[in-house]
């Protein structure tokens, strides 16, 4: 039941990346380049924090070849999320965007975890992995328009990127690195991405900067930071740096769930994606003062029926 509510406590620090994202959104430019600074930033601030953790476990154990492996795709993965992510939304809609994101981070690890790990999943954890399932399409709003055909292959692509992240953590933790410290998986996870992202950047900048010779409408911030306050300026650079070390450790907590000794990818997954709904939903009330829709509220009661059944 404790690592039940580490995995809740994931969900609601999932949450307070996600307001930190939709912070950073508000004063960034747009374009490639500055999601993935954002995500550089975060990954490593994150790798900083693991780092400096990895003493207080007296294991400075630094991983095997499979956890940089492992590290190497869940970032080309996440690139890959960011990249699709700003192509998919110019076109598409948030709300498919959103779905595709949330239903493929829950539902890929779960089948796999079934199939490759044997994990427990009864009518009862199915029934609550459906009523999560539900929550999920009622507390997404937003224009669900009809997508084209190139969208739908992103939203395809991105229900499975998201997903086999979780898949390959639960191999890493279950199969390949099962002597590996969590922390130092985490590590890892982070510097290897940091390295990853650091070209990509480049990459996009030298790309917009040919495209955009000139700042235009497309090109500029939403607000510009000169005409920010000086402690709107200080939280809007210290952004990635919080969202980063939180993701970071929402991602620790879902290591230590899909351990071989944990509660497995069946229950881990759902409690995450539950877990976030549920405080993406409430941060999103106190900090932006959104008030959830009927639907919204219905899917929060499906959730709290699903974590008791989960937790019981």
Known sequence: MGTCFLLLAAGLLFSLQFCLNKYFQTYKPKGESSSVRFALFGKSAASIFFLLLIPLTCRTYFGNGYTVLVAAVQAALNLLITLLGVRVLSEGSVALYTLAMMLGGMAVPVVFGVFLFGDSFGWLRALAFLLIA?????SVGGERKKPTVRAAVMYAALFLCNGFIGVFTALHTNAWGETVPDVTFMFTACWVATACYLPVLAGTALYERRKFERMTKESTPLTHLKNLSKKTKIFYILSP???GVFNGVANFLIVIGTAADGIGSAVTFPLVTGGTILFTTLTS???YKEKPSLKKWLGIAL??????????
């Open 134 to 138: 539900v929550a999920v399409v009622l």
């Open 241 to 243: 740096v919080l969202a």
């Open 303 to 312: 959730i709290i029926a699903a974590l008791v059944i989960f937790i019981l």
């Open 285 to 287: 009330l106190f900090f």
